[in-house]
C-alpha cells in the first residue's frame, strides 16, 4: 500500500516557468512533510519541510503549500532554473522519535534553458 | 557538515555471493536507515536502527540483513545475492528525535 503518492512522475519546465509537483497521503498520523533534492550521482538532500499547523512555507524560490483536509501537499518551484533539475521526493512521517520517512516514488525535473 | 560515507560507488557481484555493503557516519547520530533507490518506485526502506546493536525490519527486507556494532557504522548484507537485487542502495543517519535525515552518495549495486 503506498502510503505517499507523487506526480508527476516527470515535468519539463522552461526557464523561468514554475514548476509544481503534487502529493498525497493517506495516514492522519502524519505530520511532517519534507521535500528531498537528488541530482544525478549524489544522495538525495533536504530542501524545504512543513508540518501541517501551517498552510504554507517559503524559502527562497521554493514554496510548500499543504492542505489538510485534502490530505494533499505540493512544491512550487518559482522562476525554475537550469540548475533545479533533479529528482524530487516528497515524503511523511509521524513525530515520534522512532519514526520512518515514507516517500513518494519522485519526479524528474527538467528545465530547459 | 554531516557526511554519510558509503565505502563503493559501484559494484558488481555473482549471482550467490554474499555482500557486505558499509556506512559510516560522522556526527554521532543515533539513528540510521538503508534504502533501495529503483526507477518508477522511489526510496524504499530496507532496514534501520535506532541504536548500536538494535535493528528493525523496513517495508522490503527479504533477502537483506543488517549489523550495527558501532554507533557510527551500518551495514547491510546480502546474503545470497540475486538479480532482483540490483539496484542503488542509499544509507542515511538521523539524530535521535530530530527530523532530517542525511543521505549519502549511494552504492550502484549490479548483480550478474
Known amino acids: 500500500q503506498q502510503q505517499v503518492k507523487q506526480s508527476p512522475q516527470s515535468l519539463i519546465v522552461q526557464k523561468g516557468g514554475i514548476s509544481i509537483i503534487n502529493c498525497a497521503y493517506e495516514?492522519?498520523?502524519?505530520?511532517?512533510f519534507p521535500w528531498y533534492q537528488q541530482f544525478p550521482g549524489k544522495g538525495p538532500a533536504l530542501l524545504i519541510a512543513?508540518?501541517?499547523?501551517?498552510s504554507e512555507k517559503k524559502e527562497g524560490r521554493f514554496t510548500i503549500s499543504f492542505n489538510k483536509s485534502a490530505k494533499q501537499f505540493s512544491l512550487h518551484i518559482m522562476d525554475s532554473q537550469p540548475g533545479d533539475s533533479a529528482t524530487y521526493f516528497c515524503?511523511?512521517?509521524?513525530?515520534?522519535?522512532?519514526?520512518?520517512?515514507?516517500f513518494g516514488k519522485g519526479t524528474m525535473l527538467l528545465v530547459s534553458p | 557538515d554531516v557526511k554519510v560515507t558509503q565505502s563503493s560507488r559501484y559494484l558488481v557481484k555473482r549471482t550467490g555471493e554474499k555482500v557486505f555493503l558499509e556506512c559510516v557516519q560522522d556526527?554521532?547520530?543515533?539513528?540510521m536507515f538503508w534504502y533501495r533507490q529503483d526507477p518508477g518506485l522511489g526510496l524504499r526502506l530496507i532496514y534501520f536502527?535506532?541504536?548500536?546493536?538494535?535493528?528493525e525490519k523496513g517495508d522490503i527486507p527479504e533477502g537483506y540483513s543488517v549489523s550495527r556494532e558501532k554507533k557510527e557504522r551500518f551495514s547491510l548484507i546480502l546474503e545470497s545475492a540475486s538479480t532482483n537485487q540490483t539496484s542503488m542502495y542509499l544509507c542515511?543517519?538521523?539524530?535521535?528525535?530530530?527530523?532530517?535525515?542525511?543521505f549519502g552518495q549511494g552504492t550502484r549495486l549490479t548483480v550478474v
Open positions: 542515511a543517519s538521523r539524530r535521535a528525535g530530530g527530523t532530517e535525515a542525511f
Open positions: 495516514n492522519t498520523a502524519f505530520d511532517y
Open positions: 512543513i508540518r501541517p499547523d501551517v
Open positions: 515524503a511523511a512521517s509521524t513525530d515520534s522519535g522512532y519514526s520512518t520517512l515514507t
Open positions: 556526527m554521532d547520530h543515533e539513528n
Open positions: 536502527s535506532y541504536d548500536v546493536k538494535m535493528k
